[in-house]
């Protein structure tokens, strides 16, 4: 390779280095971006943001391969392409998705988001995930020494997007806001790219850069591993993710922060010169095992400790990994193939959890065995007596981690959760037999067999809900946003119209199946699929007596149901004299909180009912608000009545579809 004049080593050098780190900033500040801005489009589901990284992943596996196949030609020959392929991107730009991309009841979810991210921001994407491969190989070219700790800083700018997007960007600009302000930084980056461009360009044009000697084939058992130990890491990322999203809420900070620790972990591994030896890593596997055992075990702890826990899991887990994965790096000359084989890992890791798990397990099992499979490919790369106590770690974490179940009579997966449906006998031989709907650790109601018509539980009587229908006489016609089970069915008598809006067709079937709610209600029912906004905003103005919104009857929080736009299409939709019922029952969020200030932005009254119903299955606490204009309210004999922490003097926040902050809501 020639050696580079002193002349062209300090202009080129910055240039190469700042395109890099722009570009790593712009690629991960599009990911949180993005999935924000069709996750209301799309029920709020955990799946929107796992699918939207299974897109990402695999735009990221084109741009590294389009870099490989780059790096083969001579340097001006890149250039020119490169300079090409940047223009065209930019001629791309608005990133901002197409109303038109709106899912209806009967399309797949998964094709639709890919489609609407490849319409919208996939040959950009497709660029910036090439820019840090590529300047790596330039600069391999063009300068002495390891490029290798340039891809450290790129980790370093995309970590620093990362915590900008949930800090600085989020709260400050709506949806389409950050899609403009992020189309012209683009455009500033695409200038940078072309400057980088030209300066090889004419490197190559004063002095012939040839490519570095190679050295021999790298064996095909070195790129299998290079692609294991980045799929592993990759799913374990999206499980993680996806566990903590269905527990608490699908929010982009809960998004951010396990992708910034995945990051970090690159950061680590790949600035250092020498790579920690095999019973360092063995450590940090054992300890990233043993994070998760405390989740399964205690389910009921509380939410910093569970997010904390689950998040330094997977860094440990990550990071031994990729410690693993860095110490089979090739030489310079071979890094392209190594980038395009890790990010080969990196989709089919994504594949494994967004599509495969969905299509072939019926429960959630792929966190579990990805906790079994971690270690052992820690352990194909070292034969050493300390990895037997990581794999006895690991079997003990995946026993641990699996949830006791009664006798389970169906299961059923889809991208919109794992649902079973269980026979249960609480109290022994002589107790009755209940039927009950479980996602996961969170009930969605039940049926006591001998009893077919008795709501209990969240319903039972002395809840809000239960106040709700007595205080309504007469014909009702209701709105019921989340299905279940279908036990408020129960409540309907004859003349009653109830018209339930339900996202998971899954559910719809259970309920229809293998409950008897829906079939022996006097009321006439019937049942809308698709996401409640979506659905409620496409009809006329329904005129409810009342409105029943019992969506969070778990942890998991759909933000989208609970913004000022959601509550201004509630009202829409109610008549003038209707009611609204929100079931606001959740471990970790303040939801009566926040339900309060959103209605006090109506000018409506509203009064928060808390009860403790026994049930055959022990005690359920619920809590519901009720609210209404104040005269309607004042008729029905409802006093207003604040939540406590409105008598604590803590301020509600008021949530939009651009900006629904968590922390003010946290126990």
Not at 521 to 534: E, H, M
Not at 584 to 593: E, F, G, M, Q, R
């Amino acid at each position: 390779m020639a050696a580079p004049g002193p002349r062209w080593q300090t202009p080129a050098m910055p240039i190469l280095a700042v395109t890099l780190l722009a570009g790593a900033f712009l690629l991960f500040m599009v990911q949180p971006l993005m999935g924000a801005f069709v996750l209301p489009w799309f029920g709020g589901a955990p799946a929107v943001w796992t699918t939207c990284m299974l897109f990402f992943q695999t735009v990221l596996l084109g741009g590294y391969a389009y870099a490989h196949g780059l790096a083969r030609w001579p340097l001006r020959r890149q250039a020119a392409v490169h300079m090409a392929v940047v223009l065209a991107a930019a001629v791309a730009l608005p990133i901002a998705p197409d109303e038109g991309w709106r899912p209806g009841p009967d399309q797949d979810p998964i094709l639709r988001i890919l489609g609407l991210l490849a319409a919208s921001v996939g040959l950009p994407y497709l660029v910036l995930s090439s820019t840090s491969t590529l300047m790596q190989a330039w600069a391999a070219r063009l300068f002495p020494g390891s490029p290798y700790k340039l891809y450290a800083g790129s980790n370093a700018a995309s970590l620093a997007a990362l915590f900008a997007y949930p800090l600085l960007v989020g709260p400050w600009l709506g949806a389409r806001d950050q899609a403009t302000a992020w189309s012209w930084a683009f455009g500033g980056f695409a200038l940078l790219s072309l400057g980088s461009a030209a300066l090889a360009w004419r490197r190559d044009a004063h002095q012939q850069v040839l490519a570095p000697e190679a050295g021999p084939p790298t064996p095909r058992r070195t790129v299998l591993a290079w692609i294991g130990l980045s799929a592993l890491p990759s799913a374990l990322l999206l499980a993680v993710t996806e566990q903590i999203t269905a527990d608490v809420s699908v929010v982009p900070f809960f998004w951010v922060l396990p992708l910034a620790l995945y990051l970090l972990t690159f950061i680590v591994v790949f600035a250092q010169a020498q790579q920690p030896g095999p019973q360092r890593v063995a450590v940090a596997a054992a300890l990233g095992l043993a994070c998760f055992l405390p989740n399964a075990v205690w389910p009921g702890l509380p939410l910093i400790t569970q997010v904390g826990l689950g998040s330094g899991g997977l860094f440990l887990l990550a990071l031994a990994l990729h410690t693993e994965l860095v110490r089979r790096r090739p030489p310079p000359a071979r890094l392209t193939g190594f980038y395009l084989a890790m990010s080969l890992g990196g989709a089919l890791g994504g594949l494994a959890v967004a599509v495969g798990a969905p299509t072939l397990l019926t429960t959630r099992l792929e966190l579990p065995a990805l906790l079994l499979l971690a270690p052992v490919a820690l352990v194909l790369g070292h034969r050493r007596a300390a990895w037997t106590v990581a794999v006895g770690v690991a079997v003990v974490g995946t026993a641990s981690a699996l949830t006791p179940e009664g006798d389970v009579q169906a299961r059923y997966r889809s991208f919109y959760g794992s649902l079973r449906v269980e026979l249960q006998r609480p109290a022994g031989a002589d107790g009755p037999v209940i039927r009950h709907l479980v996602d996961g650790r969170v009930s969605h109601g039940f049926q006591v067999l001998s009893q077919p018509m008795t709501p209990m539980g969240y319903y039972a009587p002395g809840t809000g809900i239960h106040r709700a229908f007595s205080a309504l006489k007469g014909a009702r016609k209701v709105g019921l946003i989340g299905l279940g089970s279908g036990t408020l069915a129960a409540y309907g008598r004859v003349g009653d119209v109830f018209r339930f809006y339900e996202l998971n067709p899954d559910v719809i079937d259970v309920a229809r199946t293998r409950f008897t709610y829906l079939r022996d209600s006097p009321a006439q029912i019937s049942v809308a699929a698709g996401d409640a906004r979506l659905v409620l905003a496409g009809e006329a103005p329904q005129q409810l007596d009342l409105l029943v919104v019992d969506a969070f009857s778990g942890d998991a929080v759909p933000a989208h149901l609970l913004t000022a736009e959601a509550f201004d299409l509630y009202r829409r939709h109610l008549a003038p004299q209707g009611l609204l019922a929100l079931h606001v029952s959740n471990h970790h969020l303040d939801l009566p909180l926040l339900v309060y200030g959103q209605l006090q932005t109506l000018g409506w009254t509203s009064r928060y009912i808390p009860h403790r119903a026994p049930s055959p299955l022990g005690p359920y606490v619920s809590k519901w608000v009720l609210a209404g204009p104040p005269e309607r309210m004042a008729a029905l004999g409802f006093e207003p009545r604040p939540p406590p922490a409105v008598d604590e003097g803590r301020t509600p926040p008021v949530w939009t579809d651009d900006h629904s902050p968590l922390w003010p809501l946290l126990r």
